[in-house]
């Protein structure tokens, strides 16, 4: 698994690749917000496409949250979003209260897929 400076050298990447096309839909962004708001969706799958694990959620004040479980590591790189460190690691099952596994999706989302093109490129 990566080190946490590979993981804040990738969450830098990632922010530089969010925008209007991968943030979630439903989203209410203000000015005040991380950047981080509303892109926890594909950038969690964007995570399972290039490290494998799980995608995990959370309700984190009364909103969903998408994570991920590689190995044994919950990995949240938008968890500053709800207070957090911009990259928040923790024991698998500790990271976030109440949170679960999800189902295994098919493919990326399309807002993962923007990702996954600017970020490798």
């Known amino acids: 698994m990566m080190s946490l400076r590979a993981l804040a050298a990738l969450r830098r990447r990632l922010e530089r690749a969010w925008g209007p096309e991968t943030i979630y839909a439903g989203s209410v962004v203000r000015p005040t917000d991380p950047v981080s708001r509303g892109q926890c969706a594909p950038t969690a799958e964007y995570i399972q496409h290039r490290f494998g694990g799980k995608l995990v ?15 044994n590591l919950d990995i949240d790189l938008t968890a500053d979003q709800y207070g957090g460190p911009k990259v928040a690691t923790a024991p698998a099952g500790k990271l976030w209260p109440d949170s679960r596994v999800l189902p295994d999706r098919k493919a990326p989302s399309a807002r993962c897929a923007v990702l ?3 970020v490798t490129t």
């Open 57 to 71: 959620g959370a309700r984190i004040r009364g909103e969903r949250h998408i994570f991920n479980r590689v190995g």
């Open 116 to 118: 996954i093109r600017k």
